[in-house]
């Protein structure tokens, strides 16, 4: 099976590589235009298409629930009437609920949507429960603190065993509230509590994350510690190549900004296991 491409719709102001995208003049979400970017990425070949209205980049200032919501459900009510497959990309279990109730008045089955949560080991108390009572996906990411912390919590004994390690333990609390295993996606948490080396030392050892049996998701688009590999601002020609690399590996899926070439990539690896 061909790794999945879940493309990047971010509704926010400030996140690293292209907040502010989709506001208006007076600084809300042009909906329209959002729309029509999330259109133009499954027309690509997304299979699915991941919304935010918070920035968890490094230093990030956290946004309040009623802003977060405010940018991602009119948003989200236009996909899921598009018939677009979303993931709803939010640390928070209002903001979840609020997002899986928007499918139900879509008559949409909330167990078809994905709740991509980046928290971490700080993971909302109510998640595993809503999870669990929703029959919704969740992506369980690797995480240390918060955007204003993790920077500061990199200190690993053995970087690929502590984060399997933590990244189990965070799973065990779906597990105990009642979710099943097929709705867990896993995801090493590239960026988030790891510096450069560690990120590729984690790239290195993805098949690790893959043995563990769950569906595994890999996030490394445009981020940071790909500038010394990159001649372009953008740096996707290197995100493709890791996309390359994922799938070879055999994650599940890869969320990226720009779909198109993170597909080729994936399709060759798919070629070449054909």
Request: with cysteine; glycine share 10%; aromatic share 4%.
């Amino acid at each position: 099976m061909s790794t999945s491409i879940m493309g990047i719709l971010n509704l926010t102001p400030d996140s690293f590589s292209d907040g502010g995208r989709f506001d208006d003049d007076a600084g809300t979400v042009d909906v329209a235009s959002a729309v029509t970017e999330a259109l133009r990425m499954t027309q690509l070949g997304a299979a699915m298409i991941d919304v935010g209205g918070e920035s968890t980049r490094p230093g990030a200032e956290p946004t309040p629930v009623a802003e977060e919501q405010r940018r991602i459900l009119p948003v989200l009510k236009e996909l899921l009437g598009c018939g677009i497959t979303v993931s709803v990309d939010t640390r928070r279990a209002a903001t979840a609920l609020a997002a899986l109730q928007c499918a139900d008045r879509a008559g949409v089955d909330p167990r078809t949507l994905t709740i991509n949560d980046v928290s971490g080991a700080l993971t909302d108390p109510a998640m595993p429960e809503l999870i669990a009572e929703s029959g919704a996906q969740i992506v369980i990411t690797h995480n240390r603190g918060d955007a204003q912390s993790m920077g500061a919590l990199t200190d690993y004994d053995s970087l690929l065993e502590d984060v399997t390690a933590e990244l189990l333990a965070v799973r065990g609390s779906y597990l105990h509230a009642g979710a099943r295993r097929e709705q867990l996606i896993l995801d090493p948490g590239i960026g988030f509590s790891k510096t450069h080396e560690q990120n590729w030392e984690l790239v290195r050892g993805l098949e690790t994350f893959v043995r563990l049996g769950h569906r595994v998701l890999f996030g490394a688009s445009r981020k940071g510690f790909l500038a010394p590999v990159s001649s372009g601002e953008t740096r996707d020609t290197a995100t493709a190549v890791l996309s390359a690399i994922a799938a070879q590996a055999g994650v599940w899926g890869v969320r990226v900004h720009d779909v198109q070439a993170s597909l080729d990539a994936v399709q060759v690896i798919a070629k070449l296991r054909s």
